[in-house]
């Protein structure tokens, strides 16, 4: 009788204990992961993308400049998971973004920093 009542009372504990504590949401959109991973990794998460350069390798891993990192194309940076490097151009969430010109994805406001033709794609 005695071991029916502590089972009885760990279990009501272990019930408990697991309304405290719920677990939340245990799967995350492609979005949502990958601020949760910038996050973690101390890597700003913004919606303006500035582009200072380009280093496109037809072969081998193309590097682009954004917001003052280089940024691998592959393997996948966590930041920018959309990230395609293109001879003159970043496309990011499928925006081409040149160098020296700032985007805002979400409000689709562009800064150019540079004149235009200032920049030469060399062949």
Same mark, same amino acid.
């Given at each position: 009788?005695n071991s029916k009542?502590?089972?009885?009372?760990?279990?009501? $504990?272990?019930?408990?204990?697991? $309304?405290?504590?719920?677990?939340? =949401? $245990?799967?995350?959109? *492609? =979005?949502? /992961?990958? !601020? $949760? &991973? !910038?996050?973690?990794?101390?890597?700003?998460? +913004?919606?303006?993308? =500035? &582009? =200072?350069?380009? +280093?496109?390798?037809? @072969?081998?891993?193309?590097?682009?400049?954004? %917001?003052?990192? !280089?940024? %691998?194309? &592959? *393997?996948?940076? !966590? @930041?920018?998971? +959309?990230?395609?490097? @293109?001879?003159?151009? &970043?496309?990011? #969430?499928?925006?081409?973004?040149?160098?020296? #010109?700032?985007?805002?994805?979400?409000?689709?406001? /562009?800064?150019?920093?540079? *004149? #235009? %033709?200032?920049?030469?794609?060399?062949?």
């Amino acid at each position: 009788m005695n071991s029916k009542i502590i089972f009885l009372f760990s279990l009501m $504990l272990v019930s408990n204990a697991a $309304l405290a504590y719920p677990i939340g =949401t $245990l799967f995350y959109s *492609p =979005t949502e /992961r990958a !601020a $949760l &991973v !910038a996050a973690r990794s101390g890597i700003a998460q +913004t919606a303006i993308y =500035t &582009v =200072t350069g380009i +280093t496109y390798r037809g @072969a081998g891993k193309s590097v682009a400049w954004i %917001n003052g990192r !280089a940024v %691998n194309e &592959v *393997p996948q940076d !966590a @930041a920018i998971p +959309t990230l395609v490097i @293109a001879r003159d151009h &970043v496309l990011i #969430e499928g925006k081409a973004i040149k160098v020296g #010109e700032s985007l805002d994805i979400i409000s689709g406001q /562009r800064v150019l920093r540079l *004149p #235009e %033709n200032a920049v030469q794609v060399k062949q």
